[in-house]
């Protein structure tokens, strides 16, 4: 069974009006477990839209998506929301910390809200400060920590509570090429470790990167190539 199983989708806002946009049309897409692809589209390509969709943000206006198997198209508003902070964990360009909350407690946020006891609870946000080497910056707020730092902080809480799937959303946008090196060395190593990761970007570097290339323009997906060299 394939983790993502997105068919015919369409997303169309302001629909039957005459500042009707078709953001997605007619998108098909599936996705096994462990993969790590790139969603490559310039702006205004539909890919943002496609990543809201596959990340339980957002659901298509016709169409169906299964995410491990459940049709997300039957599931209420809180329902989605719980899938959310289980399945997806989320990387996005501009960190989206909490300012107020030192590194520690951005993390912990998405254990609290799974109801985690206190003592699991820490050692669930240190084995994740652990991962990406900021142990010592726990105690630390954003406005303390660089930018490399605080993406790093973004992606421990994104694995905090062990994922299915990472949606890394032009993770190295705010970045210099060394630290965003760092960050997608990251990613790499938790795909290593069976981690589903989508990454959406307008950088075909980075996208090189990646095992398999989406490229989405005018909401349609007009390529799906395996890098050269990787099975399938």
């Not at 589209?41 to 969709?53: D, P, Q």
Request: hydrophobic letters at 40%; proline letters at 2%.
């Amino acid at each position: 069974m394939d983790l993502i199983d997105l068919k015919d989708a369409y997303k169309i806002y302001n629909e039957g009006y005459e500042n009707e946009v078709r953001a997605l049309s007619g998108v098909s897409l599936q996705v096994q477990r462990g993969e790590f692809l790139s969603i490559v589209g310039a702006s205004g390509s539909g890919k943002s839209t496609l990543m809201n969709i596959l990340g339980c943000l957002d659901i298509p206006t016709y169409g169906t998506y299964h995410l491990d198997g459940q049709d997300v198209g039957e599931l209420t508003d809180r329902q989605l929301s719980k899938i959310r902070n289980k399945e997806v964990g989320f990387v996005f360009q501009g960190f989206h910390l909490i300012q107020a909350l030192n590194a520690y407690e951005n993390v912990e946020l998405p254990l609290i809200y799974q109801g985690i006891s206190g003592i699991k609870r820490r050692e669930m946000v240190m084995e994740a400060l652990e991962r990406v080497k900021l142990t010592d910056r726990a105690h630390h707020k954003p406005s303390e920590m660089s930018g490399g730092q605080q993406q790093r902080v973004a992606i421990a809480r994104a694995i905090s509570t062990k994922p299915a799937i990472i949606m890394a959303d032009e993770p190295t946008g705010a970045l210099d090429s060394r630290t965003g090196e760092h960050v997608m060395e990251i990613l790499m190593g938790l795909n290593g470790e069976g981690t589903t990761v989508i990454l959406i970007t307008h950088n075909t570097e980075l996208a090189g990167a990646c095992n398999r290339l989406i490229r989405i323009s005018d909401g349609v997906i007009v390529e799906d190539s395996l890098r050269e060299g990787v099975a399938t």
